[in-house]
């Protein structure tokens, strides 16, 4: 992989990895593979490589960060401070199948906060968040990075057809306000956000 067309200004507050990483390959037209390639290349030990967005390591992240120039180890940071009651086990505070926000998916957007369990709304629109595919009616696993089409149920289903589109209008048009602010014992994930996220 050469050079690859991403500006910094698509990367959208509290957006997953994953929205960030599909909106990579659509504006890129690449391949999942193609890039689990270039994030796994140094490896030796090809039995590590590593497909789960959630689990790239620190080096991946690092990778990515040269590629885009967004900080993919700060949002996973964020992401880890959200579940700060939870040492043993961080990412038990977010749900492992796709939860998203049927507005904010037509912009191309996913935001990891959609995927955080104590919030069964969209904290931007404080819509009902749908939690499973509406074609095939499953559970949807989107962590695999080589997902061939975007933005895409492992049945087919399209969540938004995004192949046509020209990515970077759908990303600048949606800029994402927080408009939930939830409290949990000592905790408000509002202040909490603004205090992590720069
Ligand atoms: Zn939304
Ligand atoms: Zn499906």
């Known amino acids: ?92 505070y977010f749900h492992t199948h796709l939860c998203y926000c049927e507005k904010c998916i037509h912009h191309n957007y996913h935001s990891y906060l959609h995927q955080y369990k104590l919030i069964d709304v969209c904290p931007f629109h404080v819509t009902k968040l749908q939690t499973k595919c509406k074609d095939c009616k499953k559970d949807i696993y989107h962590y695999n990075i080589a997902q061939a089409i975007p933005f895409t149920c492992k049945c087919g289903y399209q969540l938004y057809q995004t192949i046509d589109e020209p990515t970077w209008r759908n990303l600048s048009t949606f800029e994402p306000v927080l408009n939930i602010s939830i409290k949990h014992d000592n905790y408000t994930l509002s202040e909490n956000l603004q205090e992590c996220y720069q």
């Open 1 to 92: 992989m050469g050079t690859i067309i991403w500006r910094e200004e698509w990367k959208r507050p509290y957006e997953s990895i994953w929205s960030v990483i599909e909106n990579i390959k659509i504006s890129n037209s690449i391949s999942g593979s193609d890039l689990i390639h270039y994030l796994n290349d140094n490896k030796t030990d090809k039995t590590r490589s590593v497909r789960n967005v959630n689990k790239l390591s620190e080096e991946a992240l690092d990778k990515l960060k040269e590629l885009t120039n967004i900080d993919f180890l700060a949002i996973k940071n964020t992401m880890l401070k959200l579940s700060k009651l939870e040492r043993n086990n961080p990412l038990h």
